[in-house]
Nanobody, 126 residues
């Protein structure tokens, strides 16, 4: 059974950077697509970024394009989300999720993902 654990969240000032990690156990991530999602208080969960299982194509929400980068490290069985130029509106709990053999395309739905981590809090504030 695949298990995911996020880490790397914290408090950062606007304009700062954080790198979130999504470490997997129980299976290798090689054949899974990984999505990053976030949920701010009082708001619905939204997709932030996704990396496909097959061609490793990557996709980003418009709100984070040019600032966030998703990547895989197969040897570490980990997916990263590098977040630069952080804004207050990026404040949320960030979740990684996995689904077997999935092509993200431009719209990746949280309901398509069946393995989830517990989340890590990111707070952007001065």
């Amino acid at each position: 059974q695949l298990q995911l654990v996020e880490s790397g969240g914290g408090l950062v000032q606007p304009g700062g950077s954080l790198r979130l990690s999504c470490a997997a156990s129980g299976s290798t991530l090689d054949a899974y697509a990984i999505g990053w999602f976030r949920q701010a208080p009082g708001k619905e969960r939204e997709g932030v970024s996704c990396i496909s299982s097959s061609d490793r194509s990557t996709y980003y929400a418009d709100s984070v394009k040019g600032r966030f980068t998703i990547s895989r490290h197969n040897a570490r069985n980990t997916v990263y989300l590098q977040m630069n130029s952080l804004k207050s509106e990026d404040t949320a709990v960030y979740y990684c999720a996995a689904v077997w053999d999935y092509y993200c395309s431009g719209y990746w739905l949280s309901t398509d993902f069946n393995f989830w981590g517990q989340g890590t809090q990111v707070t952007v504030s001065s």
